[in-house]
């Protein structure tokens, strides 16, 4: 037997923005930085900052003027993002 199934958009968005979510993204966040490093200098800075939309979020930063130079060769965050299992995908509007 079908049952009706309802969408509780309000549980969603609090599920999407609860600890566990936030610590989820932020571990997997920190793994990509960590795989980032494995591959620069020693002196390079790769930093995490965690925040929260309409869910939670994290963002990976290499703090070094080069950094967009070695993305664009060699891909340094794309790949330490996959190394991580998660798939980028360009942005589309």
Known sequence: ????FRLDAAGVREVLKGPEVRDM???????IAANVRTGLP?????????YTTDRGAASV??????????????????????AAGV???AWQR
């Open 61 to 82: 930063t290499v703090q070094d003027v080069r950094a967009m130079a070695w993305q664009a060769r060699d891909g340094i965050l794309t790949r330490a993002a996959a």
């Open 42 to 50: 020693a002196d390079v800075v790769v930093s995490v900052k965690g």
């Open 87 to 89: 798939e980028v995908k």
């Open 25 to 31: 993204v932020d571990g997997v966040a920190e793994q």
């Open 1 to 4: 037997m079908l049952q009706d």
